[in-house]
């Protein structure tokens, strides 16, 4: 840990520890025979003889979190971010001066799983000269592999799952004091834990908020009900205060968040059933209710969004708050797999094609200009060519216009591991392709259409290095570059650009003459003083970065 010495003396001298960490040092400071539980004694016998180390008095931690993985492994690392920080602890750009490591895994891809192998393989070497580097695994992997990783790098000293993340100040107390490698990765199922990251995400125009947690679904690919649980859910009321908090910190755009994030249901009970809600339908939720509350109770909300719902849930009244609800942004993201209704059984999906074409074109009957993206997977247990050919069909159909598209990997734990594996590799990189091909050609042609047109964009911050651009979106989920605003302060405020190109993948765009007038200037900041360079003091660690955020 950060800025240790040598500790001599008896336990009483451990004032340092006192007021570091006063949940360990309430344990020590307990008498033994006022212990209550074998957990407690344990403790405190096993930190009856000093520590090797201990803290310098005035000396702050300091921690850095990568993230590997989807929109939910960056909101878990935000709200790690947040009980490190309430915690004491200061953030380190530059891992190699982090007392505190953490990395924050995705297991849904094998690629992702590969990734935090190298990391954690970089790392452990850099310990072997630096051991007082805590190195922590969380997230998914952390919850899949659990006792294994020790096994695995002898460099972990700390496995935690994504429901524990409340503990990692504690736990990490009680690596400082000299504790092994520690393993928690236990499911908060009675009593589910939701923790905010007010301070991290009201620090940017767009937020996300967690509304649930778990899946209960079973589809045979996925590894999320293994390592996220079951489906558990947050009270309405709790989310309106959270994003009311969020909006008055200037927060535009929230995004929910849950792995089939439109199954909500009020755990409170407090919803009003919505319209077009049928209580004999097996796919209705309370989603639809709690997006009309949110509209309902937080006016200054600009742009609502969610992401990932299931096709099942779908339903009339999800489609009728669509129809009814302007914050809504026109945008939705919903996964279909494939195409082919043979794969869709096997995958365990509960919907067939038609029922998909049938939801999707529903809810754009009622929305014509909404955009629809998709997840698809290629190269499925037992898919042929035929089949394959049946999601290119039904790509061009529903005219989605953007997909994530990956190739099968099995996955531990998950009912598709007992089919055969069948499918070659270079086949599935081959279908890949060919499917990246029709999407690039359903997102071009829609792109050159908007050449010309006006269109309303949230402008998130500053765009490429090296150009004087900001970056924004529309409600339709396209990325615009807003250019010819040098001077002008745009960040968290939505501007009426023109559209004057198309890229591969987005939008070039100049303010209208309106949005140029309303603007507001750019705050002058006087400049700082030039100082010559310091020199580095003896023994201080020069700034290395050696490990680069990524995704999986």
């Given at each position: 840990?950060?800025?240790r010495r040598a500790c001599k ?5 451990w004032?340092?520890e006192?007021?570091?960490?006063p949940a360990?040092a309430a344990?020590?400071?307990?008498p ?6 074998h957990e407690s ?5 096993a930190?009856?003889?000093p520590?090797p ?11 850095a ?7 939910m492994?960056?909101h878990d690392?935000e ?6 920080r309430h ?5 380190s ?13 995705c ?6 799983e590969q990734k935090?192998?190298s ?5 452990a070497k850099?310990?072997?000269?630096h051991?007082?580097?805590v190195l922590v695994v969380?997230?998914c992997?952390a919850q899949?592999e659990g006792?294994?990783?020790l096994t695995?790098?002898?460099?972990i000293?700390?496995v935690?799952g994504p429901d524990n993340?409340p503990?990692l100040?504690?736990l ?10 520690l393993?928690r990765t236990?499911?908060d199922l009675?009593?589910?834990?939701f ?7 009201a ?8 509304i649930?947690k778990g899946c ?13 649980g079951?489906?558990r ?8 205060a959270e994003?009311?908090?969020?909006v008055?910190?200037g927060v535009r755009?929230?995004?929910l968040l ?10 409170s009970?407090e919803l ?5 809600a049928?209580?004999d339908?097996p796919?209705?939720?309370?989603f639809a209710?709690?997006?009309r509350r949110i509209?309902a109770?937080?006016?200054g909300?600009v742009?609502?969004?969610y992401?990932?719902p299931?096709p099942?849930h ?8 669509h129809?009814d609800l302007s914050?809504?942004?026109?945008h939705v993201?919903?996964p279909v ?5 043979r794969?869709?059984?096997?995958m365990i999906?509960r919907?067939?094609r038609a029922?998909?074409?049938a939801r999707?074109g ?8 909404l955009s629809?993206?998709?997840d ?6 037992g ?7 049946a999601?290119?069909?039904?790509v061009?159909?529903v ?6 598209g ?6 531990p734990?998950?009912?598709a ?5 069948d499918?070659?590799?270079?086949e599935k ?5 060919r499917?990246f091909?029709v999407s690039?050609e ?7 259409g908007l050449?010309g047109s006006r269109?309303?964009?949230l402008?998130?911050g500053?765009?490429?290095e090296g150009?004087?651009a900001w970056?924004?979106r529309t409600?339709?989920?396209e ?11 745009l ?8 559209i ?7 939008l070039?765009a100049?303010?209208?003459d309106e949005?140029?007038?309303?603007a ?5 900041v ?10 580095r ?8 970065p050696i490990v680069?955020?990524?995704?999986g």
């Open positions: 840990m950060h800025a003396g008896p336990r009483a001298a004032t340092t006192e007021r570091l960490f360990t344990i020590i400071a307990a033994l025979a006022r212990c209550n539980s004694k344990k403790r405190v016998r930190l009856a003889a520590p180390f201990c803290y310098m008095s005035g000396a702050m931690p300091r921690y979190i990568t993230t590997f993985g989807c929109q492994n960056v690392s709200r790690m971010h947040e009980v490190l915690a004491g602890y200061t953030e750009d530059d891992p190699r001066a982090a007392d505190v490591v953490v990395l924050n895994t297991s849904v891809r094998e690629k992702a935090l192998l990391e954690v393989g970089r790392l850099w310990k072997q000269t051991p007082e580097m969380a997230g992997v899949q006792e294994r990783l695995r790098s002898s460099g000293d700390l935690l993340i503990e100040p504690r990490l107390d009680d690596i400082g004091l000299g504790a092994p490698p393993v236990v499911f009675e009593a589910p834990r923790l905010t990251a007010l301070s991290v995400a620090s940017a125009p767009t937020a996300f908020v967690t649930m209960n679904e079973r589809c045979s690919f996925c590894i999320v009900p293994y390592t996220r079951p489906e859910y947050r009270p309405s009321a709790e989310l309106v994003i009311a908090g969020l008055e910190a755009e929230v995004t849950g792995q089939t994030v439109n199954s909500y249901r009020d755990p009970s009003l059933r919505a319209p077009g049928s209580p339908d796919d209705e939720s309370e209710a709690l997006l509209a109770e937080v006016p909300l742009r609502l969004r992401t990932s299931h099942r779908l339903t009339p009244s999800l489609i009728e708050a129809a914050v809504l942004a026109r993201h919903l797999q494939s195409g082919s209704d794969i869709l059984k096997r999906r919907y067939t029922e998909y074409v999707v529903s809810l754009v009957a009622r929305l014509p200009d629809l993206s998709t698809i997977i290629v190269g499925f247990p898919e042929t060519e035929d089949d394959f050919a999601t290119l069909s039904l061009r159909e005219g989605f216009r953007g997909l994530f990956f190739k099968y990997s099995q996955r734990y998950t009912p591991r007992k089919l055969a594996d499918v070659p590799e270079a990189s081959e279908r890949l392709a499917l091909e690039e359903l997102l071009g042609a829609h792109l050159q050449v269109q309303r964009v402008v998130e500053a765009g490429k150009t004087n970056s924004g409600e339709r989920n990325i615009v570059h807003v250019a010819g605003a040098e001077g002008l302060d960040r968290g405020t939505i501007v009426e650009v023109v004057t190109r198309a890229n591969k993948h987005s070039q100049e303010l209208s949005a140029r007038a309303a507001k200037p750019l705050p002058v006087p400049a700082a003083p030039v100082d010559a360079p310091k020199p003091a003896a023994g201080e660690r020069r700034s290395l680069a955020a990524g995704g």
